[in-house]
Nanobody, 115 residues
């Protein structure tokens, strides 16, 4: 099983920036499609951004131009750079990987954006 640990969340003012990190266990990370999801209070977990093993990215429309997903396969880590944060970005952020036919989730990291 792939273990995922998110970090980098916290409290930030509107307009600020955070970089989330997700460290994965294992030795085949470069073969995984990866993604960031978030769950705001009262809402379902939703895709924020994903990045395939081949380098293709996809973003939720509301974060395009503000967020960037990237990965460092040598460090088994996926990142989410979040700029120009808005209160609507407040949520618990989860990283996920597809390892073969299985999907794994981290525990989540809280992001709170104050107005």
């Amino acid at each position: 099983q792939v273990q995922l640990v998110e970090s980098g969340g916290g409290l930030v003012q509107s307009g600020g920036s955070l970089r989330l990190s997700c460290a994965a266990s294992g030795n085949t990370f470069r073969n995984y499609d990866v993604g960031w999801y978030r769950q705001a209070p009262g809402k379902q977990r939703a895709l924020v951004a994903d990045l395939t093993r081949g380098g293709t990215t996809n973003y939720q429309a509301s974060v395009k131009g503000r967020f960037t997903i990237s990965r460092d396969n040598a460090k088994n880590t996926v990142y989410l750079q979040m700029n120009s944060l808005k209160p609507e970005d407040t949520a618990v952020y989860y990283c996920s990987v597809f390892a073969g036919a299985l999907r794994y989730w981290g525990q989540g990291t809280q992001v709170i954006v104050s107005s």
